[in-house]
């Protein structure tokens, strides 16, 4: 495709983007269970206004835009506050892997400081998201992955005896995207603190909703700064902070673990430069976006839709075990979960949702469905229940999915083949990203 010769109108243009929207998923009527975070009209009203008016703004440069500065450091103060510990420090970042990029790079370059560490390792449950293996393949750290206990937690003791000289980092997530339970954060970060060794608490997904659940009824472990030991925390604002994309959180207990996040520059010829943060310009847009919300929904606010994310979640889960070939994984702490079958082939159920038009997430080892509630699915539950009643009677007399099957978008592969679908995988993310030539 060329660069057109003549520019669209406004309006032309407006309509090509409408079109090519109607396409994605349904996402506003609670038939996706990922990647959106919808709080509703009023909230988008909200963020919306927010981003354009500070559409032109840069982070990288807050001595010229003063706003910024004073929107991301009362931001990051509130995030201190709900993570157990005020006089918490952070920055706000692109997102959640953006962060985790962050904690991985502080904990390496401390030990590279007080301890001269030069092989640096770190350990995570094999439950860690992928940013973490992310992060080590970027900045040069070895990954070293531990088991989980029969709940679905990190295993202790597996992290205990996989210390070494060379740990840098030890992880634990609150919660786990694919069953979302809550590690054992007091018993890793005091492995860590006996150490001198940081810990990070991955809270990309729980970090704006479990502060709020002891608020309705729903106790959780302890999983924050409140747990000596913890060095520091990832919250996405652009998930259960419900902001705009591009909006996360990477927040330290002190400043002296978080000044070996930041890079600096002595000797350009531009000038002395200096970067909290992976990126250079931010887009001060998602910044706003994120105080803005914040401040419109305020802890009340917060505390209304975590009930009702909650109570939606409950009734799923009870409709979800009441049908006898289904059960869910685990006991999930917070609205994130999985379920499966022993009976019945659980990706054939799957297929069934979608050729309903529904968009459950598919997940491995074992072989699950994964679903994320927002407040947007407190409309759906009882017609999700029933399509997932029908898609389990359409899948009677399948086998179970073998457990070494892996769920790619309908790509199976064993895992022996894991060098191969890594290939596959890679090879499918050029193609999707390739900009294609116009024919002449």
Request: include cysteine; charged fraction near 20%; aromatic fraction near 8%.
């Amino acid at each position: 495709m060329k660069l057109p010769a003549q520019g669209k109108t406004r309006d032309e243009v407006s309509s090509d983007i409408q079109n090519a929207l109607a396409n994605d998923a349904d996402w506003r009527g609670g038939k996706t269970w990922s990647l959106v975070y919808f709080a509703g009209d009023d909230v988008s009203d909200v963020l919306r206004d927010a981003y354009s008016q500070a559409i032109y703004t840069n982070g990288l440069g807050p001595g010229a835009f003063k706003s910024l500065q004073k929107f991301e450091s009362e931001v990051i103060a509130m995030t201190a506050n709900l993570l157990g510990h005020p006089d918490a420090v952070g920055n706000m970042t692109s997102g959640g892997t953006e962060s985790i990029l962050m904690a991985v790079k502080a904990a390496r370059d401390r030990a590279r400081e007080e301890r001269e560490v030069t092989a640096p390792e770190m350990i995570l449950p094999i439950t860690a998201h992928p940013a973490f293996d992310k992060a080590a393949q970027y900045l040069g750290v070895k990954v070293v992955h531990i088991a989980l206990r029969d709940d679905l937690r990190a295993d202790v003791e597996a992290a205990r005896e996989a210390i070494t000289p060379d740990t840098v980092l030890i992880v634990g997530s609150a919660p786990n995207y694919p069953f979302g339970t809550i590690d054992p954060i007091p018993e890793l970060a005091a492995l860590a603190e006996e150490r001198g060794i940081n810990c990070h608490v991955d809270a990309c997904l729980g970090g704006f909703l479990l502060p709020f659940l002891p608020r309705v009824g729903h106790e959780v472990p302890p999983w924050d700064f409140s747990v000596s030991g913890v060095s520091s925390i990832s919250a996405d604002l652009h998930k259960y902070g419900y902001s705009a994309r591009g909006a996360s959180t990477i927040m330290y207990r002190d400043r002296d673990l978080r000044k070996h996040q930041f890079f600096a520059q002595t000797d350009w010829p531009g000038g002395l430069y200096g970067s909290p943060t992976m990126t250079g310009s931010r887009p001060g847009g998602a910044i706003a976006a994120s105080w803005a919300v914040l401040n419109y929904l305020g802890e009340d606010g917060y505390t209304r839709l975590a009930g009702e994310i909650m109570q939606s979640t409950k009734a799923i889960q009870d409709g979800i075990n009441a049908i006898p070939e289904l059960h869910v994984l685990g006991e999930p702490d917070m609205s994130v979960f999985s379920f499966t079958s022993d009976v019945i082939d659980i990706y054939a159920v799957t297929e069934a949702l979608e050729a309903a038009g529904w968009h459950p997430d598919r997940q491995q080892l074992p072989p699950s469905l994964h679903l994320m509630v927002t407040p947007v699915h407190g409309q759906i539950v009882g017609s999700f229940i029933g399509a997932l009643r029908e898609a389990v009677a359409a899948s009677a007399g399948g086998e179970p999915a073998a457990g070494s099957r892996a769920a790619f978008y309908g790509m199976l592969g064993t895992v022996e083949d894991r060098s191969v679908v890594r290939n596959v995988i890679i090879d499918f993310i050029d193609k999707l990203t390739q900009v294609q030539s116009e024919v002449a």
